[in-house]
């Protein structure tokens, strides 16, 4: 805390907060600066969390010796639970008060009496935050605040909690230290990673409302001076936790521990976001005056996603679409006004059941004022690498010497027309992220600045590429593009990728090429597939652990048939021809489900392991009780893997019930796992094997996923940013935006006020 700091209490009236529960709050400062008058403007947003009602009348006040003016708005309801059941509401207000210029602090004080109910038995809360108003030398502006947020009800299932990653973003890219609240007792069994900002358990959680404070703390990672209005100045050392924090904002939240599921697994009764819906953390960016749009989707099979929950910015509307399969969409939308530019505003979201709730997401909105120009950018993905080719020629001005991926000993290279860049997915500081359905790959092309340079006229550049991969989705959705492949990432094991095919012979040599799709092969004939591992590691073993058919892509379904179990074949008509460690490659003879059933699909579980470890699953081979094996820690083994290949489709008769009648081969239906085909030859079959060619996905737009990190920071002038998805195994042409803004760090200050002071 600085001498001679002056505090702005904002009190909260008596009867607010005793009529209303209070189940948390959290502030956002937007960047403060100096006016032309010497005083700061300092503006701030107030969220707070109900209930069944959030209408709270406005209760803030500043004292004359701090503040030369004080406008506050009232609390206005941004969200509440659309299905009626008064799980949740949400408010926000804001204010905004000029700061007189001998403070070297502003501070935020509030209390109340009542939280909502809780096994914890806590009643009195307290708001708190305060900035430092000196100058910072790196920035040559005030400090940014670490923002926050969450909805207003967190709720999880009690043997479904793992961890909840709290928003902790810092404009400045300082670090922020998460903390819980010095003058609140954290609930029992509960954790807190102070950099990470992840909440997690430590032992057993108690069925009920917890509620949670937390304090977040922002602290320069690089040596800096701060200087005050009266020319004093302090020295702040890089990353210092025990120094005071350039600022510090308070979140106060609750968490409902929900009793136990059946089951924890994501996607079936717990929603699970889909990967149209931003990553935790992503910033996204919006246009003053322009409606953004945020999408999100989220899916649960066996439960009924019935709302979304959202905390966001005051006139963002909330657009609920139910979907098929157990999906339902989010569609924020919001037009940020003149007021709104520069600010950034902290979204999270959650989708609900009447059971649970899916993880919080939440993401980070920037409005800026640039207009967008586009360029282009190609991303090829392949199984271990990804490479991105950018053409110079849309992006004037770009200059390779200066870019360089994350890891900055991977190195850009250019021809006449490209900038070229190839990275290896575990290499090059290449991340790998969990989007529910995809698995991504990212990285970023960066420019840099070299330390001896004292004035900066390039542009800079920051390029987000992926490759996403579907976790799940049926190969079938790969044939036009002749390519079949998975790609896992184990930490042993790195990343690899499995190729499952469709050869003509038992030579295994030429695949069915998609051109010749849809390939007829005889009913009774003989099918040969392969299965490939392609791993970075020089030495690795496949183990296919099991294959089964089932009549559509989801390997879990009832009706299956079994043809490789625990390692052990299961059906007699398969044949496995030897080949070197990483391939397995199988006939067996093509059949078909009884009853309705118009497709096959087969998947295979697959192992890698290490070479000549006599306990690994590889080297076990087929075992009779596979449940009374141990996975040996020191065994080099990945974890068992899916892969799916399909459908085959029968066709060639007019008459589904002449098929039956001649009953080829037939597996007969039944709702036991193991049903035995019963095949009978009875003349030529008529029936055919068809591989339709299936549709590709959509390679959606990316709007609202561009990852901008600094455009308010120092020496941006131009700032590139991308991103291409891969869909697919294809080649995509990314869209290359970027910025065109005013050079220095100056011009960027001009901006801010000009834009304020009106
Ligand atoms: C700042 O100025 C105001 C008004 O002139 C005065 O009331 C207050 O005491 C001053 N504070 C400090 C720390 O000098
Ligand atoms: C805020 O209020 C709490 C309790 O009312 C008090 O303990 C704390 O010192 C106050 N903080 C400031 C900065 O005034
Ligand atoms: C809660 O606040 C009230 C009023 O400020 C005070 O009288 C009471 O002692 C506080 N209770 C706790 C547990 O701190
Ligand atoms: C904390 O977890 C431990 C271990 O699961 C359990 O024995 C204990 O009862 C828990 N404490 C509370 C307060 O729930
Ligand atoms: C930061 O300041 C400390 C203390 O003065 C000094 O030891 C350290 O070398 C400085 N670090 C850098 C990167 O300048
Ligand atoms: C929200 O919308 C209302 C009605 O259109 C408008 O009066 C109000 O100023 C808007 N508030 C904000 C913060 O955009
Ligand atoms: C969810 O709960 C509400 C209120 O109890 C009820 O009306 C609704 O039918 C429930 N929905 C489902 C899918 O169970
Ligand atoms: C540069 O590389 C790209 C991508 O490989 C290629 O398409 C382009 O033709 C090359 N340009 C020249 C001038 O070689
Ligand atoms: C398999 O390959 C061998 C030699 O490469 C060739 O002689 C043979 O005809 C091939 N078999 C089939 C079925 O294509």
């Known amino acids: 805390m600085e001498a001679g700091a002056f505090y702005l209490l904002l009190l909260a009236l008596t009867g607010i907060s005793s009529t209303l529960s209070f189940y948390g709050d959290s502030i956002t400062f937007q960047p403060a600066h100096k006016q032309r008058d010497g ?16 209408q709270d009348k406005p209760l803030h006040t500043c004292e004359s010796e701090v503040c030369t003016s004080f406008v506050e708005s009232s609390f206005l309801q941004t969200d509440q639970d659309d299905t009626g059941q008064g799980r949740w509401c949400q408010s926000e207000m804001h204010a905004t008060a000029a700061v007189r210029k001998n403070q070297t602090s502003f501070s935020l004080n509030q209390s109340g009496c009542c939280w909502g109910s809780n096994v914890d038995g806590k009643t009195n809360w307290t708001s708190e935050a305060e900035l430092d108003l000196g100058s910072r030398s790196d920035s040559h502006a005030l400090n940014s605040c670490p923002l926050t947020t969450t ?42 990673d102070e950099s990470k900002c992840v909440l997690s358990t430590k032992g057993e959680v108690d069925v009920g409302v917890h509620v949670f404070e937390l304090m977040l703390e922002d602290f320069s990672r690089k040596n800096i001076t701060l200087t005050y209005a009266d020319g004093t100045s302090v020295f702040r050392v890089g990353s210092d936790m025990n120094s005071p924090p350039l600022c510090k904002v308070k979140l106060q939240f609750s968490m409902e521990i929900l009793p136990p ?45 019935n709302d979304f929950q959202v905390s966001g910015p005051q006139n963002m509307t909330k657009e609920f679409k139910a979907g098929e399969q157990g999906t339902a969409e989010l569609i924020l939308s919001w037009t940020p006004l003149h007021s709104d530019l520069y600010r950034i505003v902290p979204v999270c979201f959650t989708a609900e059941t009447n059971q649970s709730q899916s993880d919080m997401r939440c993401v980070v909105v920037l409005v800026t004022q640039a207009a967008l120009i586009q360029g282009t950018a190609t991303v090829t993905c392949s199984p271990n690498k990804m490479t991105v080719a950018l053409d110079k020629s849309s992006m004037p001005g770009i200059d390779v010497n200066f870019l360089q991926l994350i890891d900055s000993s991977c190195s850009l290279t250019s021809n006449g027309t490209h900038i070229l860049g190839v990275m290896s997915f575990s290499t090059c500081g290449t991340k790998l992220l969990d989007k529910g359905d995809f698995l991504v790959f990212a990285n970023e092309i960066l420019s840099y600045e070299l330390p001896s340079e004292v004035i900066i006229r390039r542009k800079a550049v920051k390029i987000d590429i992926s490759c996403q991969f579907p976790k799940t989705v049926s190969i079938s959705s790969y044939y036009n593009l002749q390519k079949s492949k ?32 849809p390939v007829e092969v005889m009913l009774l004939d003989t099918i040969y597939m392969g299965i490939q591992a392609d791993s970075e590691l020089p030495s690795v073993t496949l183990f296919v652990e099991s294959c089964k058919a089932t009549p559509n892509n989801n390997p879990e379904n009832f009706l299956s048939y079994d043809l490789v179990k625990n390692g052990c074949l299961k059906d007699e008509t398969v044949v496995v021809y030897p080949s070197n460690q990483k391939t397995y490659n199988f006939e067996v003879q093509a059949f078909k489900f009884s009853g309705n059933y118009e497709q096959v699909y087969i998947t295979c579980s697959v192992i890698l392991c290490e070479p000549g470890n006599p306990y690994s699953r590889c080297a076990q081979g087929c075992l009779s009780d596979p449940s009374r094996r141990r996975r040996r820690s020191l065994v080099k083994e990945t974890f068992s893997h ?62 609202g996923r561009w990852g901008i990190e600094e455009i308010l920071s120092a020496n941006i002038s131009t ?28 011009d960027c200050k001009v901006l801010l006020n000009s834009s304020y002071d009106n």
Do not use: W
């Open 39 to 54: 005083t700061y403007k300092v503006t701030f947003h107030h969220r707070q969390n109900g209930r069944s009602s959030c």
């Open 261 to 305: 599921l059946s089951s924890c697994e994501h996607g079936r009764v717990q929603p699970m976001f889909l990967s149209k819906t931003p990553s935790h953390g992503d910033v996204l960016h919006a246009t003053m005056g322009q409606k953004f749009k945020l999408y999100a989707q989220a899916k649960a099979t066996e439960a009924s996603i």
């Open 486 to 517: 998975y790609i896992f990432t184990e930490s042993n094991f790195g990343s690899f990728g499995y190729t499952f095919e469709i050869y003509n012979d038992n030579n295994f040599t030429s695949k069915v090429e998609a051109s010749n799709y």
């Open 719 to 746: 700032l590139v940013f991308a991103s291409a998805f891969f869909v697919s195994m294809a080649m995509l042409v990314a869209v290359v935006v970027y910025f065109t803004r005013k050079r220095n760090e100056e």
């Open 151 to 192: 909805v207003s009800s967190l709720r999880v299932p009690q043997n479904c909690f793992s961890q909840i990653h709290i928003l902790a973003h810092d404009p400045d890219g300082d670090h922020v230290r998460c903390r819980f609240s010095s003058d609140a007792a954290a609930p029992a069994n509960f954790t807190l």
């Open 642 to 703: 899916s892969i799916t290949q399909g459908p085959f489709r029968f066709i060639g008769h007019a008459d589904p019930i002449a098929a039956m009648d001649q009953n080829l081969a037939v597996v007969k239906k039944s709702p036991a796992m193991d049903v035995k085909p019963s095949v009978m030859t009875k003349g030529r079959p008529t029936a055919e094997v068809i591989v339709p060619s299936v549709l590709l996905e959509d390679t959606e737009s990316s709007s």
